[in-house]
């Protein structure tokens, strides 16, 4: 779930609520191959959702020692016009 306020004194609000599934393949312990699914749907002034969002697309993880990354691909698959048609998301993680 994600909160934004921007414009002049913050008046302009949103929310939007996100979910994603993925399925990941490891070729070796340090490289992985997959897909994602992303669905997203917005709360313009937190009055009532809009119509569902989707993206779709591969992934890639790389794996090291207690750190890891994955880079994933997004095209949308809806064509909502005020969406861009594709994302690139990077995630960086490390195990403590």
Not at 66 to 86: C, H, K, M, S
Request: charged fraction near 25%.
């Amino acid at each position: 779930l994600e909160a934004e306020w921007e414009g002049d004194g913050l008046e302009e609000r949103q929310g939007e609520f996100q979910q994603s599934l993925g399925l990941s393949f490891e070729v070796n312990p340090h490289l992985l191959f997959g897909a994602e699914f992303v669905h997203e749907i917005a709360f313009p002034e937190w009055s009532g959702a809009e119509s569902g969002k989707f993206f779709a697309g591969p992934n890639v993880s790389f794996r090291r020692r207690n750190y890891w990354a994955t880079v994933t691909a997004l095209a949308q698959i809806t064509r909502a016009g005020d969406e861009p048609d594709f994302q690139i998301r990077t995630i960086f993680g490390f195990s403590f």
